[in-house]
């Protein structure tokens, strides 16, 4: 049973983080706690849906319907609230109180066109393959999303370190101001953040729909309610923080759940959080003086 | 879906105007969860009351008063619920009300009608405490406290099931009214719980708690959840090689089952008064009304709002109106308790109930419970 | 006046939760105009709201007395997880506020015995009268206005726009921003109190993150220079879904799309929209 549990931490806390990457991408640049993130997930989830059931397109081509949509969803994003906002020197909360009003225009629209009720993919187009060892099982759809995250987590931080855009988006975080003095197009590292942002929430979207089976309008909201857990605790805008803080997560609730009782999961998982950061006030991965972006 | 009924209800405005001339109208508000996450229940809800209401006023209305329905939004929140109720009562003036949705939201805007004497009549709301507000208030949404012993019952007979664990919702008075129901008739019939378990509404992974589960080796999961989280547990559960057999609430007795954990979705066991599979004509008939009507198959929130509009109309014929709303709204009240109707879920009367006080309250349904479980995509009836 | 009795009789409740959410409103404003990003309001109404309910309904306490208590407990329990909490700042101090939140849910949501879980508090008497909202209201305006050209408002102010340098200049920043807090939390407390005896019915869902979120919302959208804007905020958040009530199922795209509106337009918030008009009154050219 323990072994069964170990697994279920690894995949949920793969969930968690695989949400969590593109949230703390849009925090480390653009500053901006965006809390439409859950919805621009749920397009994507619904984006790829509807690619499979009224265009019969294969998952795979799917996903890249969800990236497309999620990745325009990221750019008007950008260029109908962030920017206007940047340009009038908004105080740092009015981009996420927008947010707030972006992602209840994304649910009810959503809403409007496909209806409240719970969806999903349809079976053949499911991996629906167990592994099973010895009574421990785990799906190939979880360990695909666990292994994505590392994967994701590893070419974010490889581009970031090794190649001139992401070295211009690391002198962005520390500075704007610097890095358009240094003749860093600003305004265009901004815009391309949001939408790869907004895309890899999209494929995140994606993945946890298939796993979940639960596709619904509001399906991003408990997803963002832990995302700003997972990310804060893995120190904000930090890449490789936003991983070990999903899965610190995943453990918590799966751990609380095996040994202290499901009732007391969230509180568990929420009240361990608050002590940490008490404990370490920049998360649990953060670093007082330096953001990773 | 929206236009068809659009025109459906322009023609039947038509053939009111050159049957009936002079008949007034009956005013009727309906509060349902229209957008939101509610509104997955709201909708066939909205839909069954006004399939009910086309085909009462296409037969000449009630003693010839067409009904006129009033529909305001109420999202599943409380305040928007009582908000609404009152809007319907002291502005449209309304005779009597339906809804809201959900039990929190019944929670808070029944007192309302109730201190107006309006009467409210819930074909949703199952939480335990619902009638007790008062005097004024109906449901005809099944009690689960009923409908659950008989399940375990039969369920445990066909599958020998000597204990089992539970897992349900424990942040939605839903299927924590249906846990709390669940808990007193496993007692009464004496069946061990080896691990009780809980959810919250939009969980990602139930397989820690399956996890739990599976390890106390029982013989059956209960589960009281609505289909949107107990599907994918289902899912899940089979996925971890859990093969046994669920028994749930009336929360699990919809047809989008097979949908949502399709492949998975056998060896379910459901009581409920109303079956997709019920053969009475009376069912028979509305099935095909409403498919007919909105495309899509009906579910047990459809039907029960479709037979209580056919209630509340057999109990308006009874009374003579007076055009006097406060006389006709007490009469209404009067007249309702008594009414026994035959519809899409079966026999159906009312039965009073005993409020909080000691004093008699609001009425609760009392019907017969069909016991089904699923088998290749569909609801076999076990009794 | 019939009308205005029918008026009355349909819109009670509304106007009520305005009261309640202006006081929301002003609580997050006392934080917010020290720079102080916490999202415990949520929590602290919750706490104040199942204080005074159990109050009157299990013990028959004065509804006086209920508001009373359902101010305070809030804001003792505010006064325990200040000291440690505050030291935190920005997005961090929002975390940790809103992971005490999220306990504090799930705690209610567990006490079973006592708070009725999931099934929640009902039966709860209707006791808030518009006198009691508007009375709680003028009052904690007229406190909040004073502190603004006060010594206090001033520290405030300070602390917002630097913490360093006010503490250098010898001021208690830890105490200005520990009372702040307290404050605010009492206020949160005493909406709660307040809500729960309109009606007739909580429970712990509605005191969850998005909740909370809506609190936020209502206090950076009217705008944190002055209590005039939480005033506009909380207005305009509760006022805005009714009036758009006509739109039907696009209401709340429409409802979304207007809050897009305001900020971009307004990123100040709504009370900075009114500066102009301020100044004309008081006679002083509008400056761009």
Request: net charge positive.
């Amino acid at each position: 049973m323990l072994a069964q549990q170990f697994i279920n931490a690894i995949s949920l806390g793969g969930v968690y983080a695989l949400f969590a990457l593109g949230f703390t991408l849009i925090f480390g640049v653009l500053g901006i706690v965006n809390l439409a993130h859950g919805a621009v997930f749920m397009l994507g989830a619904y984006s790829a849906l509807h690619a499979v059931i009224l265009l019969r397109l294969p998952l795979m081509a799917a996903i890249l319907a969800a990236i497309v949509t999620t990745g325009a969803a990221g750019w008007l994003l950008d260029k109908l609230i962030f920017a206007p906002l940047r340009a009038r020197d908004a105080p740092h909360l009015a981009p996420m109180i927008a947010t707030i009003g972006l992602a209840i225009c994304l649910s009810s629209s959503v809403e409007g066109f496909f209806g409240a009720q719970n969806l999903r993919f349809p079976v053949e187009a499911l991996p629906t393959e167990t592994l099973s060892l010895g009574g421990i099982r785990i799906t190939w759809l979880e360990l695909q999303i666990v292994l994505l995250a590392f994967v994701l987590m590893g070419i974010l931080m490889w581009c970031l370190k090794q190649t001139r855009i992401g070295r211009a988006l690391r002198g962005l975080a520390e500075s704007p101001k610097a890095a358009a003095l240094l003749g860093i197009d600003v305004e265009g590292l901004f815009r391309f953040t949001s939408v790869l942002a907004s895309l890899l929430g999209g494929v995140a979207g994606v993945l946890i729909a298939l796993y979940t089976n639960a596709v619904f309008p509001l399906m991003g909201q408990p997803m963002l309610h832990k995302g700003i857990a997972v990310v804060i605790l893995g120190g904000m805008g930090d890449i490789r923080g936003a991983l070990l803080g999903g899965f610190f997560l995943g453990f918590a609730e799966v751990f609380s759940v095996a040994y202290i009782g499901s009732t007391m999961r969230d509180a568990v998982a929420f009240g361990l959080l608050f002590a940490i950061l008490l404990l370490r006030p920049d998360g649990l991965f953060g670093k007082a003086t330096q953001r990773r972006a | 879906m929206n236009l068809k009924l659009n025109i459906l209800s322009a023609i039947l405005g038509i053939s009111f105007l050159y049957g009936n001339a002079v008949a007034a109208d009956i005013k009727i508000g309906i509060a349902a969860a229209l957008t939101g996450n509610a509104a997955q229940y709201g909708l066939p809800i909205r839909q069954g009351l006004e399939l009910a209401a086309a085909e009462i006023n296409v037969r000449g209305g009630v003693n010839g008063n067409r009904l006129e329905l009033i529909i305001e939004d109420e999202q599943g929140k409380k305040e928007e619920g009582i908000n609404v109720f009152k809007k319907l009562i002291f502005q449209n003036k309304v005779m009597m009300l339906f809804g809201p949705t959900l039990s929190n939201s019944a929670q808070a805007s029944d007192p309302v009608a109730q201190t107006a004497k309006v009467v409210v009549f819930g074909t949703s709301n199952t939480a335990d405490g619902i009638t007790s507000i008062g005097d004024y208030v109906f449901r005809n949404s099944v009690t689960e406290r009923d409908i659950l012993p008989i399940t375990l019952k039969i369920a445990a007979q066909n599958t020998g099931l000597k204990k089992v664990a539970v897992i349900y919702g424990n942040d939605d008075i839903f299927t924590k009214s249906g846990y709390d129901n669940f808990k007193k008739a496993l007692r009464d019939l004496k069946i061990p719980v080896a691990t009780t378990e809980t959810f919250a509404k939009g969980d990602v992974s139930f397989k820690p708690q399956l996890t739990n589960i599976r390890a106390s080796n029982p013989d059956a999961v209960v589960l009281s959840a609505l289909v949107a989280e107990g599907a994918p547990i289902m899912v899940q559960a089979r996925q971890l090689g859990i093969t046994l057999p669920f028994i749930g609430g009336n929360g699990m007795n919809s047809p989008r089952v097979f949908e949502l954990a399709k492949g998975n979705s056998d060896n379910l066991w459901v009581g409920s008064p109303w079956s997709v599979e019920s053969p009475a004509p009376e069912n028979k008939r509305f099935i095909a009304a409403y498919l007919k009507a909105h495309g899509t198959m009906p579910d047990q929130f459809a039907a029960q709002a479709y037979d209580a509009m056919y209630i509340a109309a057999q109990a308006l014929k009874t009374i003579k109106l007076t055009g006097k709303l406060e006389t006709d709204r007490k009469a209404l009240r009067d007249a309702l308790p008594a009414t026994q109707w035959n519809g899409a879920t079966g026999p159906f009367k009312f039965r009073r109930i005993v409020g909080r006080n000691g004093k008699p309250a609001g009425y609760d349904a009392v019907q017969t419970a069909i016991v089904m479980v699923t088998q290749a995509n569909r609801y076999v009836i076990k009794n | 006046m019939e009308w205005l009795d029918n008026f009355w009789a349909t819109y009670s409740t509304l106007l009520l939760s305005v009261g309640t959410n202006v006081l929301l409103a002003l609580s997050i404003y006392l934080t917010l105009a020290c720079g102080l990003l916490t999202v415990a309001n949520a929590a602290f109404m919750a706490i104040g709201a199942y204080t005074a309910a159990l109050l009157t309904l299990q013990t028959g306490t004065p509804f006086l007395l209920a508001l009373i208590l359902g101010a305070l407990l809030p804001a003792l329990v505010a006064m325990l997880i200040g000291r440690p909490t505050l030291r935190l700042s920005g997005v961090y101090l929002a975390m940790a506020t809103l992971a005490f939140g999220e306990v504090v849910r799930i705690l209610i949501l567990n006490a079973e015995d006592l708070t009725g879980g999931a099934l929640g508090l009902n039966g709860i008497a209707q006791l808030t009268t518009g006198f009691d909202v508007a009375f709680a209201l003028i009052g904690a305006l007229y406190v909040l206005l004073r502190f603004a050209g006060s010594r206090i408002g001033r520290a405030m102010a300070a602390i917002r726009q630097d913490e360093i340098a006010t503490e250098l200049m010898g001021l208690n920043v830890r105490a200005y921003k520990l009372f702040a807090f307290v404050l605010g939390a009492a206020l949160a407390g005493l909406a709660g109190a307040l809500n729960a005896h309109f009606t007739f019915f909580i429970s712990p869902n509605e005191y969850g993150f998005e909740r909370a979120v809506e609190i936020l919302a209502m206090g950076v959208l009217g705008g944190t220079g002055s209590p005039w804007g939480a005033v506009l905020g909380g207005v305009v958040i509760t006022l805005l879904p009714e009036l758009l009530r006509g739109f039907g199922h696009y209401r709340p795209l429409i409802n979304g799309v207007v809050l897009i509106v305001i900020i971009i337009y307004s990123p100040q918030g709504i009370w900075d929209l009114t500066r102009f008009i301020r100044r004309r009154h008081s006679g002083k050219p509008a400056v761009n």
